[in-house]
């Protein structure tokens, strides 16, 4: 009798695991090679193409850690008060005219520069003023409040390496080392599709049968996160000549050609197809749930040609797969470090059951359990579909490929939108 099931992955055939995935793309896939200098303000997200050489120390000078008073350690007393005459004054900004002297002490205040001969500042708040003199009490060690010239950045260290994704601190950094522009990667063109005869454009009538598009706008959005310059090119019939003439098309100015839909095994499903007729397709089924069907390959196009994916439709098989394909794919395109996901441990609050073999993504949101640890609760909806099981979660439970029966109050990794996204 025949097994009938209702298990979309049980087609037979290889299924890619992950790290084969992922192996693939470091190995097979060169970084676009053209850098643009860009300014400071236009930095943030951007791959550096060399690495960040400080011209500075930072701090340049040596300054003070607080408000209060520098003084000289060697004029403080071991077991009594010492009473110090105020000499100056330095704020923030203004140079020290004046050596500091034996027994003086200058008031002085956060980030103004230490006068010479002090190295070490009181607190206001530890301190009395009597007149023209501090008090300042014992037991306060030697350059205590004090920042030293080159403690955070010396001069000449390589501060960001070749293959930094800008973040707004790495930015600030170059800054105060007194950079004005960086050298980057120019950036991953992207050409994005959906397919389908089924889908339409969200403003357009929508025929009975027909869903508006929401993976373009996933989709485009995602990119954008991920620094890449995204042409919007529309929705594609689910026709074998049309698909293969779009993609090939695409190839030609872009760097990745990603579409969705239309990847699976049904008779609409011509996206295979498309790329075998004009190009090369690497795989087309990772061991992902969900995702499982999801095409790798490369196009001809200009130079070394465009790099091809072709998501599943389904919205969330669509975001589970960027995150774990296209995310690397691109990082690499873009001529960035890699990046691996970390995912945090959290407790499962439910128990689970997959098949070995494959890797399994649970849309789950976190809660504090009554114990104060975090806990992963799952979204009562699973299909593959539902794009609220997105909105309403925080992120997905990670559940390894030789993993079968997972239990309530098992430790799991944790990802979340933003790190997935970011
Ligand atoms: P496919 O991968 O083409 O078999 O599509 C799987 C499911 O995802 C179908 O129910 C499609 O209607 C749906 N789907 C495909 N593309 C999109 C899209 N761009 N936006 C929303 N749903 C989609
Ligand atoms: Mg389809």
Known sequence: MAQLTDDCFAFSGPLLPV???ERMIAER?????ETEEVALAAARGRVLARAVIAPLDLPPFDNSAVDGYAVRHADLAAETETKLAITGRLT????????????QAIRIFTGAPMPSGADTVFMQEDTRVEGDAVIVPTGLKPGANRRLAGEDVRKDATVLPEGRRLAAQDVALAAAVGLTRLTVRRRVRVALFSTGDEIVEPGTPRPDAALYDANRYLLSG???RLGAQTSDLGIIKDDPAALAAAIAAAAQGHDLVLTSGGVSTG????????????????????AIKPGRPVAMGVIPGSGSGAAFVGLPGNPVAA?????RVVRPLLLRLGGAQAEPLTALPVRLAFDYRKKSGRREYVRVALRRAADGAIEAVRHPQEGAGVITSLTETDGLAELHEDSTAIKQGATVGFLSYATLMG
């Not at 896939?29 to 090679?33: C, G, Y």
């Not at 008779?267 to 990772?286: N, T």
């Not at 975001?319 to 995150?323: D, L, S």
């Open 92 to 103: 923030a900004g203004s140079a020290p005219t004046a050596p500091i002297a034996p027994g």
């Open 267 to 286: 008779e609409a499903d011509h996206v295979r197809d498309a790329v075998e007729a004009i190009g090369k397709l690497w795989f087309w089924r990772v």
């Open 29 to 33: 896939v060169t970084p676009v090679a």
């Open 319 to 323: 975001f589970v797969t960027f995150a």
């Open 19 to 21: 790290a084969d995935m």
């Open 222 to 224: 995602m990119l954008e």
